[in-house]
């Protein structure tokens, strides 16, 4: 029974990280139909996507608050609709303060749809005994590439916006909340919510910010990675390299799928050689990527930059939220939120920091700041390490708690 339970929370979070990839792409992927739809202008765009993880980190840091009262699966269930239904306010508003709000109320949503997500996967890691917090990351980047997908069908089929949401989100939505009742948690004294009796349930809910800082600090180095990709990928291509409008469209999809591949065996990466080896590994392709892109003589060798960037970046996120769980194993709910908001903080960071180095020196050399930034990572691999790096830290299986069904014990 207890078996089966894990197996059942481990798909239905997985679905929820599927369907957060989907709705997170769907949005980023026609923010011009957006723009265009309310007449916001270029000067004011900017403001409107920086609210977005501004809003997001606040989200964050509320939910890191509520799961001391509430199991994080309680949120998690309430905030994935809250995402998707405020898509349809996206699309579906007259005025601008229509799209504002609605966008408010998605990065609020987006950020305790995140924090509450990745606190179970630390949870459910630890229950498993190995590591499987890849594979819930994996399921979020097929999410992106269907969610891409979809928004790519609207475009070319010159749908209204409201119209391309509505079916993704009326199936969403009912998928998702059924999904929420078989949201599981291994009760590790933090993620269990308020019924935790375990030795963990007395650490408090501070977290010292020096256990965290490098881990914050390398969220923050791979989320600019992550965001110089998904932001400047395509004008790097067509103004930098010459490539052609059509080609310069492939290197984040490229980027997504071998972020995809990677994810998809990295969890076998780590029960084999441990943690701290995937992350490095990882980190020296993320900034060998970042150094191709800058010397490519032309668009085939900077998309096979962008590339050999998505095989490195993307098994450092999760792992950094597995670390984050391990070194606080009593009070992991807590640290996961407080990381969660450098991953904001790096997305924030990363596009404008690219942007005014581009301009003021070269987009070339604007590539090296990140690939620098990103290999600081291995001054903090040592972070990711634990008693026992290819497992997730301890031998105890934890006992099972069910969160869709009020939190009691199985």
Not at 47 to 58: E, N, S, T
Not at 98 to 126: E, I, P, T
Not at 195 to 218: E, K, N, R, S
Request: charged share 10%; hydrophobic share 50%.
């Amino acid at each position: 029974m207890t078996d089966a339970r894990l197996r059942q929370g481990r798909a239905s979070l997985a679905f929820s990280f599927f369907a957060q990839g989907v709705a997170f792409a769907l949005l980023v992927t026609r923010i011009p139909a957006v723009q265009d739809r309310y007449g916001i202008s270029d000067a004011l765009l900017p403001l409107f996507l920086a609210a977005v993880p501004v809003l997001a980190g606040v989200g964050s840091v509320l939910t890191g608050h509520m799961v001391r009262r509430l199991p994080p699966g309680a949120v998690l269930r309430w905030s994935q609709p809250v995402v998707l239904l405020s898509l349809l306010g996206v699309a579906g508003g007259r005025e601008v303060w229509h799209v504002a709000v609605a966008l408010g109320v998605f990065g609020l949503a987006v950020g305790a749809l995140d924090a509450s997500m990745n606190m179970l996967g630390v949870s459910l890691q630890r229950a498993y005994g190995r590591s499987i917090m890849l594979g819930f990351h994996a399921a979020y980047s097929l999410g992106g590439i269907a969610g891409a997908s979809l928004a790519w069908v609207g475009a070319h089929e010159d749908l209204a916006l409201l119209t391309s949401y509505l079916s993704p989100v009326l199936v969403l939505v009912p998928a998702a909340l059924a999904a929420s009742r078989w949201y599981t948690t291994g009760a590790d004294g933090a993620a269990a919510g308020p019924q935790d009796t375990g030795p963990g349930a007395a650490a408090g809910p501070g977290v010292p910010f020096a256990l965290l800082m490098p881990l914050c600090l390398v969220m923050t180095f791979a989320y600019i990675g992550d965001s110089t990709v998904s932001n400047w990928s395509a004008k790097y291509l067509e103004d930098v390299l010459g490539s052609s409008e059509e080609l310069a469209t492939v290197p984040y999809n490229a980027y997504m799928v071998t972020t995809l591949i990677g994810r998809t065996v990295g969890d076998l990466g780590v029960r084999r050689f441990g943690a701290v080896a995937v992350v490095r590994c990882g980190t020296l392709l993320a900034a060998a990527g970042f150094a191709v892109v800058a010397m490519a003589p032309g668009p085939w060798a900077g998309m096979a930059g962008f590339t050999l960037l998505g095989l490195g970046l993307c098994v450092i996120v999760p792992q950094t939220f597995a670390a984050a769980g391990r070194l606080a194993p009593g009070q992991s709910d807590a640290a996961v939120a407080r990381l969660n908001v450098f991953n904001y903080v790096g997305f924030l960071v990363g596009s404008p920091l690219v942007g005014a180095l581009g301009d003021a020196w070269s987009y070339r050399g604007a590539m090296l700041v990140p690939m620098v930034l990103v290999l600081a990572t291995l001054v903090y691999a040592r972070s990711f390490g634990s008693d026992d790096a290819r497992y997730g830290g301890g031998h105890e299986r934890p006992r099972v708690v069910d969160v869709g069904r009020g939190g009691n014990e199985v």
